[in-house]
Nanobody
Framework: QVQLVESGGGSVQAGGSLRLSCAAS????????VGWYRQAPGKQRELVAG???????NYADSAKGRFTISRDNAKNTMYLQMNSLKPEDAAVYYC??????????WGQGTQVTVSS
């Protein structure tokens, strides 16, 4: 059974930093495409950052230069380091895994609040 469990969300002031974690079980993060998405109230869920099974990363324009996605294969955990946070970054952040068969798995989400 695949489980993705996010942690690390919270409330910060604009300009602050947070590091989100996504611990996986029942699946190896290293062999599939994984990523972080976010959804703000009234908005669609959007990709923030992704990392492929080969290690290539991609970022939304809004995240470039401020966010860093990484993966610790030994811990089977994925991270999103978020720096210089802005109020518009506030959302529920979800980790996602898409396996080679096209199955999508989601975590339960972690809330990020950024005050101005």
């Amino acid at each position: 059974q695949v489980q993705l469990v996010e942690s690390g969300g919270g409330s910060v002031q604009a300009g602050g930093s947070l590091r989100l974690s996504c611990a996986a079980s029942g699946v190896l993060l290293s062999i599939d495409d994984v990523g972080w998405y976010r959804q703000a109230p009234g908005k669609q869920r959007e990709l923030v950052a992704g990392i492929s099974s080969g290690g290539s990363t991609n970022y939304a324009d809004s995240a470039k230069g401020r966010f860093t996605i990484s993966r610790d294969n030994a811990k089977n955990t994925m991270y999103l380091q978020m720096n210089s946070l802005k109020p518009e970054d506030a959302a529920v952040y979800y980790c996602n895994l898409k396996n080679r068969w096209g199955d999508n798995y989601w975590g339960q989400g972690t809330q990020v609040t950024v005050s101005s």
